[in-house]
């Protein structure tokens, strides 16, 4: 992504305070929300055109 990892980490920190994601394994998060994965897919397929 370009960005250093403590750039990133605050963003993550910031969502599984707000438990939008969880930690699933290293390097990897589990969304909380129902269908916000669906939701996020479709904003990138969108964003793409």
Do not use: N, T
């Amino acid at each position: 992504m370009g960005q250093k990892p403590g750039y990133i980490s605050v963003y993550r920190r910031k969502l599984i305070d707000d438990q939008i994601i969880m930690p699933a394994s290293y390097g990897y998060v589990q969304f909380m929300l129902p269908f916000f994965d669906r939701f996020v897919e479709e904003q990138i397929m969108f964003d793409e055109f």
